[in-house]
């Protein structure tokens, strides 16, 4: 039973998952997840913040059963309805017939639709509304499209506790410590980490709702930082807060990552040839990616948090190598932005690939300052062109950086 005190009026009641491949189906979890649910306690009312992943609701109504005696639970507050949070509902509905479900007028609509929920069961609240549970007031303030339109966060005025939904949340469930106080360096690198990955994977398309979020936000006193997944962040929110300020305004590090992909090694030895001449220009922090063979969440990763972009592709039937397709349309997707950009292509007969790659990121507003073409295999012939795609990149690099 995983319940743990982060003050004396609120609990920790969520979950680990150590068992789902994928978040979202698509997303690996080498550490698993968690699902983070909270009970807070008033002197006359008791609420419980967010529920978790249908999977994992047995674990839940026993946490919540062990930790409100006598079944008073009065509210359960839904910052976000997607399922990982709201799987629940429909089980805490029928244990507690008399908890009133608090959400706001877009989320009271997916949760009737989701969950077939009577209207009668819901409380529907507006922005800046807040309910009293007895000497402890929750406030509701609405962010939305952090990550879905209905998303909200309730703020615990007396305990300075921000029940944040997804926003500020990592991948990795909870090895036994629940607040990061108790989590050694080794482990919290780990959990900055995944929450790079987080933000890049599920984020990075709604960094102006972020900022708008963050800007609302920003006025409140918080000693605690409880989302809907990883550590409740008490010591280090300054450094929580930096990191999904810095990439919702594409704020980048300095480095290079590279994609490609290649069916018979042409396009590899390309490659090496196009890192090196980078490194002999003082380019540094160069990370490579097969797409076919690399995690679409490890480039997606990658290509958010550095502030140079290189993608390369063989023309395949006409168009881009299909696994660097996906990579790009990942990139297009989340609008990324703020970026040094280079693009290459191989070819046996067609040309293809490097002008649909070119035209792609002209979409995303990251014109390529370098392109370079080359067709069948390498040879010395092509040295020269390596250097001018090099130099004319390394150039555009260094006056973003310096500028």
Request: hydrophobic letters at 40%; proline letters at 3%.
């Amino acid at each position: 039973m995983n319940i743990e005190k982060i003050t004396d009026n609120i609990l920790y009641a969520g979950v680990n998952d150590r068992t789902t491949a994928r978040f979202e189906a698509m997303w690996p979890l080498p550490y698993g997840i968690s699902y983070n649910s909270y009970i807070v306690k008033g002197k006359s009312k008791c609420a419980l913040i967010d529920t978790v992943d249908i999977k994992e609701c047995r674990s839940l109504t026993e946490h919540v059963s062990a930790a409100v005696p006598g079944g008073c639970l009065d509210f359960l507050v839904v910052n976000h309805t997607e399922p990982d949070h709201s799987g629940s509902i429909p089980v805490l509905a029928e244990i507690y017939p008399q908890m009133q479900i608090i959400c706001n007028k877009i989320s009271a609509e997916q949760i009737k639709g989701f969950y077939h929920i009577d209207e009668s069961r819901l409380l529907v609240i507006k922005d800046s509304d807040a309910i009293d549970l007895g000497g402890l007031t929750l406030r509701f303030v609405t962010a939305p499209m952090v990550h879905w339109p209905e998303t909200m966060v309730t703020y615990c005025e007396e305990e300075q506790a921000l029940f944040s939904g997804d926003a500020f949340g990592c991948y990795g469930a909870l090895n036994g410590n629940i607040i990061d106080d108790g989590i050694d360096a080794a482990d919290m690198a780990a959990y900055f980490s995944e929450m790079r990955r987080y933000y890049a994977n599920i984020v990075a398309k709604y960094g102006k709702f972020v900022q708008a979020a963050m800007k609302k936000a920003s006025g409140l006193a918080i000693k605690y930082v409880c989302s809907t997944h990883g550590p409740v962040w008490h010591s280090r929110i300054a450094e929580v807060l930096d990191v999904y300020d810095r990439m919702s305004r594409w704020q980048s590090d300095e480095g290079i990552t590279l994609v490609f992909s290649t069916m018979y090694g042409n396009t590899s030895e390309l490659v090496d040839r196009i890192c090196t001449a980078l490194s002999r220009r003082g380019l540094k922090n160069i990370r490579v990616h097969n797409a076919a063979t690399a995690e679409l969440s490890d480039m997606i990763t990658d290509c958010v948090c550095k502030d140079t972009v290189i993608v390369g592709s063989p023309t395949y039937s006409g168009d881009v190598f299909p696994p660097v397709d996906a990579l790009v349309k990942a990139l297009e997707i989340r609008e990324i932005k703020e970026k040094t950009v280079g693009v290459f292509g191989s070819y046996t007969w067609a040309n293809s690939a490097l002008g649909k790659l070119t035209d792609a990121f002209t979409r995303m507003g990251c014109d390529p300052a370098a392109t370079l073409a080359m067709k069948q295999a390498y040879s010395s012939a092509m040295d020269a062109d390596v250097e001018a795609f090099a130099g004319t990149l390394a150039e555009a690099i260094n006056q973003r950086r310096n500028g």
